[in-house]
Structure formats: structure tokens, C-alpha cells
């Protein structure tokens, strides 16, 4: 009897242990973390909102086809960005857990499922440049050691299952979280269309102060229940939207195209007797598309004469108007997902007082927009 007291002792006290362990671990960088991103918004990731510091120890690097660098809280916030910009894996570094120094993820060593909480995912996944260091890790807080490759992998699997996750906690208690927060300590008049990211949003709700103190935990909630609840409310409330789904990719650029309702543009036309359609992120993607389709794949299929509507967002009311009698203002300081754009509008009156108020450079319609004019944007 005392002997089988003793084993159920020691068994206890092992998982105390380990539980300890595990809650001892801190995630939060203990030296000066190194930021990539440009401006105040890099002390949060692109993707989600989170702090880089309090999850520096799990936060990732990369940069996009055009050079911009992006920092992500976890492997799952990297994972959507790579699913959504196709970014290179040689470009990616990681956080060493253990000297919390950007190291190469290609040749770093990983232990997965370790007794540490995942960030943003049920299992968690951190990088060491010294295997030494990584079996030392797995000794104390369990776990297996695994490549990058094998990590990625993992990541891509549980990408939906993750998602499914921390959707219900969003709904369940952070959304109403974010909700009071708002109606008690912020300015009703913040203009969500301004922003192309959520750490941009947190950026400004702390420079400018557009609400009242808030810890982190506080910015977090309201950040998501404005990026993610009323930022999608007002456009679901309008009459005959842009209808978009979640998997429709821009052909031009590849962004998920659901992301910026205020700016989302359609062309649809007719093959062998059936309907298709090709989703933009903005208008001016979607006349690159118009103008020479075949510079952003193998769209064989689509030919001008065929073309039965083209829908773009008025600016305004965010309903879906006819692209083809539509009013554009080029050259504002109103920027879309893809920086300078063509801004539509139903009314010409409309286009006026935006292009006096945006210091737009003109108004054209459809008929008048050109090629040149559309590639300069990018300039």
C-alpha cells in the first residue's frame, strides 16, 4: 500500500512537472526583438494582429515577389501569407527559441508537439539552430524533432482544422470583447477602408489614439472585431455586392479576393454556352487582366467579345455597379490592396467631390481608361 502511495506521488509530481515545464516556457522575446516591417505596424503580424514581441520566440520573416518584408507571429500566420502570395521558402527565417536570433528555417531544427502551447495553432512548432539545443528542449518539455519541410507540412495539414479553431474562440469571446471595447472607449468615426492590414488598423488605433487606453489584450479584440465584424458588416448590409467566395483568387496578383470587399471587381463572360467568371482585388487588376489576359496565364478561354457584364464596388455605397458606366478617379491619395487604383463611382457628381477632396489628378470614364494610364498606377 505505501509502495503504491509512492508511485502514485512520484507520478503526480512528474506531471506538475511537466506542466510547469511547460508554463515556465515564455514566448515572449527577453532581448530587443528585430522587427522587419516598415513603420509602427510592424510591432504586430499582418496576418492576424498579434504582438511579435509577446510571441517573438515562435514568429517567423519573409518577403513578398516585390521585396517587401513581412513578419508573422507563427507557422500558421506564415502559412496563410505563402497560400495566399505563394511566397519563396528560401526567403523565410525563424526565431531561435533558444538565443531569440533570426536563424534560416531551411537548415533549423524543429520540435513539434512539445508540451508549450501552440501560437495560433493546436501544435506547437519551435526552431533551434543547434540540434543540441533542440534535444535539450525535447528533455524538458517532450516532443520530436523534425526539418522545416516536414514542420511546413504539418503546418499546411492542421491549416483548416487551426482556422476552425480560433474561429470559435473569436466568436465566442473575443468578437464581443472587441465589441464593448468600441462602444465604450473609441471614436464611432474610424474609416476601416483605409487600411490594407490589420497591423496597420492597431498601428493607428495607438499613434492616433482613436480610442482610449487599451493593453494589448484589449487592442487585439477590438482590432478583430473591426477588421473582422463590422469592416464585413457595413458590405454585407448593401444591396447587390460584388458576390465573392473564399477560395477566388485575383488572376493578376493572386490575393484572396473576399479580403477587400470595398474594392472587389468582376468580369464575366460566356464559354460553350455557360457563364464563368474571374474575381479582382481592385479595379485596376482587373483592366491589367481586361487588356492582355494572356501576361497572367493561360485564360484562352476568355475573349472580350464574349464578355456579358463587368462589375466594380462604388467607392460610396459599396454596391456592385456597371464597370462599363462607371466614373473613375485616378491619382487620389486613397490607396486599394494594390497601392494607387482606380477609385469607381456611380454617379459623375460623386467622382467630383472625391477627386477635389482626395486630391485626385481626373475622372474618366470606362471608355477613356487605357493601358499606359493603368501600368503607371504602379510607378
Not at 530587443?32 to 494582429?49: A, F, I, S, Y
Not at 524533432?145 to 483548416?160: E, G, H, P, Q
Not at 496565364?297 to 472580350?304: A, E, Q, S, V, W
Amino acid at each position: 500500500m505505501i509502495v503504491k502511495k509512492l508511485i502514485l506521488i512520484v507520478f503526480v509530481s512528474f506531471l506538475a512537472c511537466g506542466v510547469l515545464n511547460a508554463k515556465n516556457f515564455m514566448k515572449k522575446a527577453t532581448v530587443t526583438p528585430v522587427l522587419v516591417q516598415k513603420g509602427t505596424q510592424k510591432n504586430w503580424c499582418p496576418v492576424c494582429g498579434m504582438s511579435l514581441k509577446m510571441f517573438y520566440k515562435t514568429s517567423y520573416t519573409a518577403k513578398l515577389a516585390n521585396g517587401t518584408p513581412r513578419q508573422y507571429c507563427s507557422m500558421r500566420c506564415l502559412v496563410v501569407d505563402m497560400k495566399e502570395y505563394g511566397l519563396d521558402t528560401k526567403t523565410i527565417q525563424v526565431v531561435d527559441a533558444q538565443t531569440q536570433k533570426l536563424i534560416d528555417a531551411q537548415s533549423a531544427f524543429f520540435v513539434v508537439g512539445s508540451k508549450v502551447k501552440g501560437t495560433m495553432s493546436k501544435v506547437s512548432k519551435l526552431a533551434f539552430k543547434s540540434k543540441d539545443d533542440a534535444e535539450k528542449f525535447v528533455k524538458k518539455y517532450k516532443g520530436k524533432i523534425v526539418d522545416f519541410k516536414t514542420a511546413l507540412k504539418m503546418a499546411k495539414n492542421s491549416l483548416k482544422s487551426d482556422i476552425a479553431m480560433i474561429a470559435k474562440k473569436k466568436k465566442k469571446k473575443i468578437y464581443p470583447m472587441g465589441k464593448k471595447i468600441f462602444a465604450k472607449m473609441c471614436k464611432k468615426d474610424i474609416d476601416l477602408t483605409n487600411y490594407i492590414e490589420i497591423n496597420e488598423l492597431k498601428a493607428d488605433i495607438k499613434d492616433k489614439k482613436l480610442c482610449k487606453h487599451l493593453k494589448e489584450k484589449q487592442l487585439q479584440a477590438l482590432s478583430l472585431y473591426l477588421w473582422e465584424v463590422k469592416r464585413f458588416g457595413k458590405v454585407d448590409k448593401a444591396k447587390e455586392t460584388v458576390k465573392v467566395t473564399k477560395d477566388e483568387k485575383c488572376p493578376v496578383c493572386g490575393m484572396f479576393a473576399y479580403k477587400y470587399p470595398r474594392w472587389a471587381a468582376q468580369i464575366f463572360y460566356k464559354h460553350n454556352s455557360h457563364e464563368h467568371h474571374y474575381t479582382f482585388d481592385g479595379v485596376k487588376d482587373m483592366m491589367k487582366f481586361y487588356f492582355n489576359p494572356m501576361e497572367w496565364g493561360n485564360y484562352k478561354d476568355f475573349n472580350k467579345k464574349n464578355i456579358t457584364k463587368m462589375l466594380v464596388t462604388d467607392y460610396y455605397s459599396q454596391k456592385a455597379i456597371d464597370a462599363r458606366k462607371a466614373y473613375f478617379v485616378i491619382g487620389s491619395d486613397v490607396y486599394g490592396p494594390m497601392g494607387n487604383e482606380l477609385i469607381p463611382f456611380e454617379n459623375e457628381s460623386d467622382a467630383k467631390n472625391f477627386y477635389m477632396d482626395h486630391r485626385g489628378t481626373k475622372v474618366i470614364k470606362f471608355s477613356n481608361i487605357n493601358a499606359k494610364e493603368v501600368y503607371k498606377l504602379d510607378e
